[in-house]
T-cell receptor, first 112, second 115 residues
Framework: SQQGEEDPQALSIQEGENATMNCSYK?????LQWYRQNSGRGLVHLIL?????REKHSGRLRVTLDTSKKSSSLLITASRAADTASYFC????????????FGKGMKLTVNP | GAVVSQHPSWVICKSGTSVKIECRSL??????MFWYRQFPKQSLMLMAT?????????EQGVEKDKFLINHASLTLSTLTVTSAHPEDSSFYIC???????????FGNGTRLTVT
């Protein structure tokens, strides 16, 4: 069953602007991960944030995690046309399972 | 970095035939691999967890006799869609975990079209 729920489900911005995507989940987690998917391709891991972390950076990506609100956000700064893709959050649950549950995804379009 | 190779990238088959999809971890050992199915513009639906040397664990609603999974080695898992029907047409993606609390590494997916 799906747990993560991305918001918004679609976002269209201009190159250079920042893009923020939100993810909410329902159960306790070990970690939360963000992935991107180009059309017709597999998923590429972007960033993993553990449940005891609140913020993480990787290049132009910034992820926050609020376990009290069961939510996370992904910020892409200074977006580029190449950032156009679908973005998914996925949660790894407590209890030792390696299984990830993916959200519905969000389609980001960056217009040149 | 960890690489997962999935083959074939696309396949067209006739209704009633079986199709095998391979998923290989190229530079790491994967005791666990995951098989997902994705419909157009939708999220990934976990089908089963493939465990090396033991039976796969299927998610609720996934027919294990329809989707046969074999994980014979630490670097290879296969998914066989048996007696395929047009409704089995979909995008199938495998992934492997290189360690606990680590990211998943995905193959590039297989587009299956059953005519």
């Amino acid at each position: 069953s799906q747990q993560g729920e991305e918001d918004p489900q679609a976002l269209s911005i201009q190159e250079g602007e920042n893009a923020t995507m939100n993810c909410s989940y329902k159960t306790s987690i070990n970690n939360l991960q963000w992935y991107r998917q180009n059309s017709g391709r597999g998923l590429v891991h972007l960033i993993l944030i553990r449940s005891n972390e609140r913020e993480k950076h990787s290049g132009r990506l910034r992820v926050t995690l609020d376990t009290s609100k069961k939510s996370s956000s992904l910020l892409i700064t200074a977006s580029r046309a190449a950032d156009t893709a679908s973005y998914f959050c996925a949660t790894g649950s407590q209890g030792g399972s390696e299984k990830l549950v993916f959200g519905k995804g969000m389609k980001l379009t960056v217009n040149p | 970095g960890a690489v997962v190779s999935q083959h074939p990238s696309w396949v067209i088959c006739k209704s009633g035939t079986s199709v095998k999809i391979e998923c290989r971890s190229l530079d790491f050992q994967a005791t666990t691999m995951f098989w997902y199915r994705q419909f157009p513009k939708q999220s990934l639906m976990l089908m089963a967890t493939s465990n090396e040397g033991s039976k796969a664990t299927y998610e609720q609603g996934v027919e294990k006799d329809k989707f046969l999974i074999n994980h014979a080695s630490l670097t290879l898992s296969t998914l066989t869609v048996t007696s395929a029907h047009p409704e089995d047409s979909s995008f199938y993606i495998c992934s492997a975990n290189s360690g606990y609390n680590s990211p998943l590494h995905f193959g590039n997916g297989t587009r299956l079209t059953v005519t």
